[in-house]
């Protein structure tokens, strides 16, 4: 079986993750880089490592707000990250429908 | 969620060359039920049991009222179990929403709220103020105490409800919002007793019908189907 309909940039069990709790939200929706990391049960390092990949293929914004102590930084699915989990979805339901 | 587990598969399998489509495929289901059980707002089993709870209250409502010739209304006591109720099913709901929202931002946040104050204002509001015209206009204890308090709120707040789920297009929801209407309106011409039952039955039909769509309508999104 190959992956290669599968896009790889989401086919990493920790990113997969990340992408489908960020779904899960109503769109236009954000959620704090704490809350994300308690649902998913991730180090920070590990997090963010994992955020930078998405964000530089566009399917995730991160935004910093406030300084020191009091920064937040809210994390928010883009369209084309949206997008790119449909079709995600879409080709592994094509993939077990072959198996 | 399988905590430390899912951390150490995720460096392992960094690149995803390991990750079967299977296995992605279960991952991506089971991520989609823990993201539904964290984000919801009305998850199903706490609809399923306020459903519950309204069918005994207003059960309740109609074992005490039911062989009261005239009419007379609910008992002090049956009154504060259906507020002690109310409190409870409001409780459990402000925890859900705090915890459903907490890091959540966002216009989406805002609307949520909005419409939680629609249907508030239109509950509080609503049947009192047509309970205290009845009784101005000099409507018998049948009508003030039995019929409009159990059949107002229910076309009142079903119809908020059902232009917000329209607006929307949530279909289950509208669905389970129109249920709520026909039971107020059915209520509405089934007694001053007989209409607690009614509205009890209607409700508890519509909410536990509501949580099975739900819960359909989330396991059909899964790649698993």
Redesign the interface.
């Known amino acids: ?1 190959t ?1 290669d309909p ?1 896009d ?1 940039v989401i ?4 990113r ?2 990340i992408v ?2 960020l ?10 880089f ?3 990391q ?6 920070p390092g ?1 997090l963010i490592t ?1 955020l930078r990949k998405l964000e530089d293929a566009g399917y995730l914004k991160t935004e910093t707000t406030g300084n020191g102590r009091a920064s937040r930084t ?1 994390i ?1 699915l883009t369209r084309h990250g949206r997008a790119a989990l449909d079709t995600y ?1 879409a080709a ?2 094509d ?2 429908g072959g ?1 | 969620m399988d905590g430390p587990h899912d951390i150490d598969q995720t460096a392992r399998a960094d690149d995803g060359d390991g990750l079967d489509p299977r296995e992605a495929a279960r991952l991506l289901a089971q991520t989609q039920r823990e993201a539904q059980r964290q984000f919801n707002l009305s998850p199903a089993w706490l609809t399923a049991v306020m459903g519950a709870v309204i069918l005994v209250a207003y059960g309740a409502l109609w074992l005490s009222t039911r062989r009261q010739h005239p009419y007379q209304g609910p008992n002090l006591g049956v009154v504060a179990l259906v507020y002690a109720a109310v409190a409870v099913a409001i409780a459990a709901s402000v925890k859900v929403y705090r915890r459903a929202t907490a890091g959540v931002a966002g216009p989406s946040v805002r609307q949520q709220q909005a419409e939680g104050v629609a249907i508030l204002v239109s509950f509080v509001l609503g049947s009192p103020v047509l309970q205290g015209a009845m009784k101005h206009y000099g409507a018998g204890d049948a009508i003030v105490y039995g019929v409009i308090p159990a059949a107002a709120p229910l076309i009142i707040v079903g119809t908020t409800v059902l232009g917000i789920a329209a607006s929307k297009a949530d279909w289950p929801q509208c669905g389970a919002a129109l249920a709520v209407v026909i039971a107020g309106v059915v209520a509405a011409f089934a007694g001053p007793s007989g209409a607690w039952l009614a509205a009890g039955i209607g409700l508890f039909i519509a909410m536990a019908g509501y949580a099975a769509a739900d819960s359909s309508r989330h396991r059909r999104r899964s790649p698993q189907g």
């Open positions: 079986m992956a599968l790889p086919h990493v069990p920790a997969l993750r489908v709790t779904a899960a939200l109503p769109e236009g929706a954000s959620l704090s704490t809350r994300l308690d649902v998913l049960d991730l180090t590990n994992h809210s928010a979805t592994l339901r993939l077990l198996l």
